[in-house]
């Protein structure tokens, strides 16, 4: 028979191994994407930063103080979600074009289902880690209940008793975020350039993180050191720190991952 049918719609992902400073050149790259796309990227970081604003006013407003951290913590499970505009501002800028606001925001678009059971599977881990921090506050706490307001940050992150809570909420909450940052680091920005499936695009991103490990680690530890300084300044500095990420993790994306057809 002369007719080949390919196995795949499209083609197979290979990983690269890179060194350990290479996060330090995907912030580079990511710092010119959003230099050449300020407006546009600062749009995305600044909505960000009034969605958290916003949030943590209701959650205070409803003295539900002991959600604050919990929810803080699970804007790093949605983040890579969050950035699938950057992701396709990125990839315009990289193939020379111009990218515009409008065409980001529909970013989704060019792969809307996959994108869809992702977005459901990191839906389903935030509220899974609200849940269990839920649980481990009211173990550490049901009897002697923190005091409200300014007193609950005291009561509950500057005392002696507090350390125990906070260590396994710590611990229980890095093995989570461990496990998104895995599935999901690579496989988002590779759904909104490829038409892959969201199978290929997870187990891609394991690889990723598996092939570079100690790379892939510091990356992790950057992502959290810039997003938590955004977080610290009342989330004002998440304006800036959420598109740097958002366009370097393409780079690192993209650095990582090459295709057979290239």
Known sequence: MSDVVPVSAVPMPRIRRRDLDRPWQWLNAGWG??????????????????????LT??????????????????????????AVGLYYVSRELEAGNKPRLVDSMMAWRSNPQQLALMGLAL?????????IAQIIFALFF???????EVEFIIDVFLT????????????VGGVLAAIVFSISVISIPLLVDKPANVLTA???SVAAVRENFWTMALWAWLI???VGAGIATFYVGLIVTMPLIGH????????LVVWDED
Do not use: Q
């Open 57 to 82: 006013a209701v959650i205070w407003a409803l003295d539900w103080l002991h959600l604050v951290l919990p929810l803080m913590a699970g804007f790093m499970f949605m983040g890579p979600l969050l």
């Open 248 to 255: 370097a993790t393409w780079h690192a994306y993209k650095d």
């Open 202 to 204: 997870i187990a891609t």
């Open 123 to 131: 839906m389903l881990f935030m509220l899974a880690w609200i849940r």
């Open 33 to 54: 994407d959003l230099r050449k796309a300020g407006p546009i990227s600062l749009m995305y970081g600044l909505a960000c930063s009034l969605a958290g604003g916003i």
């Open 142 to 148: 049901a009897e002697n209940p923190p005091r409200p």
């Open 224 to 226: 959290v050191l810039f």
């Open 160 to 171: 002696a008793e507090s350390i125990p809570f906070l260590t396994v909420g710590t611990i």
